[in-house]
Antibody, heavy 116, light 107 residues
Framework: QVQLQESGPGLVKPSETLSLTCTVF????????WSWIRQPAGKGLEWVGR???????NYRSSLKSRVTMSVDTSKNQFSLKLNSVTAADTAVYYC??????????WGQGTLVTVSS | DIQMTQSPSSLSASVGDRVTITCRAS??????LNWYQHKPGKAPKLLIY???SLQSGVSSRFSGSGSGTDFTLTISSLQPEDFATYYC?????????FGQGTKVEIK
């Protein structure tokens, strides 16, 4: 059974960089897309972007100038960096695997709060 | 971006009820439509992919239908563990977009 686990700071100051890592357990990262999805409090799910195991990326256009994703298949990890954060970036961040155009495995989510 | 609109936003139902949630896309997405169940503090769970295919391990009381712009998730007989928020999501084009969610509450 594949499991995903997000890790990273739960508190980030405004204008700084949010950094999260997702570790994949129980399966290979090869030949899959790996996504980040977030959910602000009281709101719906928002896709942030994805990275293929080869390193190819797609980002949400509204975040494209601030987002960088990377993958390290040798460690079974992929990462998200979001710079110049504001309070609007406060959310629960999920990582997920995409297969057959659907997200079949998700992490439990990690709350990131942007506050001074 | 393709906009996904779910209705209703919330509903109250009793155990054993048949429940139907609809999702409409702002343009045709063929059958690139998925449904998820989300409970507070837990990871979302894939129920239906490609509009009507049941994800492995998911109860057969869940079913999906539709193509183009209009889709439906049906729970044939609501069980206590089904009280949750349900989201549709299109994977026809980037960015993947989700509906705003339908919260299913106990009547």
């Amino acid at each position: 059974q594949v499991q995903l686990q997000e890790s990273g700071p739960g508190l980030v100051k405004p204008s700084e960089t949010l950094s999260l890592t997702c570790t994949v357990f129980g399966g290979s990262m090869n030949s899959y897309y790996w996504s980040w999805i977030r959910q602000p409090a009281g709101k719906g799910l928002e896709w942030v972007g994805r990275i293929y195991s080869s390193g190819t990326t797609n980002y949400r256009s509204s975040l494209k100038s601030r987002v960088t994703m990377s993958v390290d298949t040798s460690k079974n990890q992929f990462s998200l960096k979001l710079n110049s954060v504001t309070a609007a970036d406060t959310a629960v961040y999920y990582c997920a695997r995409e297969v057959l155009n659907a997200f079949d495995f998700w992490g439990q989510g990690t709350l990131v709060t942007v506050s001074s | 971006d393709i906009q996904m609109t779910q209705s209703p936003s919330s509903l109250s139902a009793s155990v054993g009820d048949r429940v139907t949630i609809t999702c409409r896309a702002s343009q045709s997405i063929r059958s690139y439509l998925n449904w998820y169940q989300h409970k507070p503090g837990k990871a979302p769970k894939l129920l239906i992919y490609a509009a009507s295919s049941l994800q492995s391990g998911v109860s057969s009381r869940f079913s999906g239908s539709g193509s183009g712009t209009d889709f439906t998730l049906t729970i044939s007989s609501l069980q206590p563990e089904d009280f949750a928020t349900y989201y549709c999501q299109q994977s026809y084009s980037i960015p993947h977009t989700f509906g705003q969610g339908t919260k299913v509450e106990i009547k």
